[in-house]
């Protein structure tokens, strides 16, 4: 997958508006920032932004890093009193993420952390009219997937399923009163691509609000708000933290009335995250790019070395992913699971050690995955032990 290029949409200006950053707030507050300045990082690479964003002034004795601050309440008179809210900790991983998906970086986007990726997805759900029409993929993460559908069979939402591959039938589905395009690209685990480039702009001017899942790319892969996107979404369980140790989503948006919206449904629906768990993710993303260079380019060494496996029939790859299949060979691609060393047998992707699953073992999984398909979530050990790891399990299966 490639780095897109952001220059074809320049949406308006961002006008005055009721709604504020709470993050932007609680800075000023404290740090006596303007609530509408903001440090220029328009020249400033993403690997720099992601070591820089999300820390304290620079003063004497200042940390360095953002603390961790535990308290579910803050003394009266603040921009936050109560850590659904938000808090510090929470607010710096909100500033780095938003920095990092700041549309053309000149424009500020906002960002709000939930307590997991589902709790960020079920916040935009939230927002749909009952009975709103909602445009997805077919193949969109399992977890995704059955919430949409859930809501169908309730009557809480219309849903209409979409080849995220097929522009055309995207294109044609934006017609008809849609209220929500939910995008996910690559797709999990069948690594498709869907045109953002073309989709969400249509989107955009037929009225309709998209979303984009970016858990796959990142930002460093992907820049959706920069493509016409209204709503960034993140399971930062995976690449954004980085090392399998916690639990946190994210939305990122330029509109500030939506995320001032936003910002209420993680209120009600108590899914705050912990500030551990937000220290953790920061820390996690003052290494992403780096993380996502490397693995980007394991994944597509070992990519090449699994096309010339007489044993798989059918190799996938984008961003960080690898998708094999065994030829319809489901005792072979357990075998294959459960025979490395290296590679760990266990769900979930993302992290800095590699990770290996045959997708379909979870009842859940839509029955479109193939049996057989085995997901590879690349990690930044050295590529050649990776490989060597892996094709003695397969020729041991
Ligand atoms: C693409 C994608 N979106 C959303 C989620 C849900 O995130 P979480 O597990 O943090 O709730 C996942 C989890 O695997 C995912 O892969």
Redesign the pocket.
Known sequence: MHEIECSLLRPPKITATRAVDMGARYRAHHYGLGMTQRPEHSALDLSTLAVTKGRPPREPDAPLNTPIVPASSFIAGGPTEYAREGGPTVFAFEEVIAALECAERTRPAQAVAFS??????DAVLDLIPVGGRVVAPTT?????AVRLRELAERGRIDLTLIDVTDTDAILDSLTTGVHTLWM?SP??PLLEEADLATCLPAARSAGVRTVV?N??ATPILQRPLELGAHVV?H????SLSGHSDL???ALVTEDPELAEELRTRRILLGAAPSAFDAYLALRGIRTLALRIQRAESSAQFLADKLRSEPAISRVRQAGTMVSIEFGGDVARADRVCHGTRLWAHA???GGVESLLERRRRWPLEAEHVPDDLVRLSVGIEDPSDLWADLAHAIAAA
Request: proline letters at 0%.
């Open positions: 997991s990726g589902m709790a960020a997805a969109t993460y399992t977890g995704v996910e797709t999990n899942d858990t796959f979404m399971s930062a369980t995976k639990l946190l989503g769900t979930s992707l």
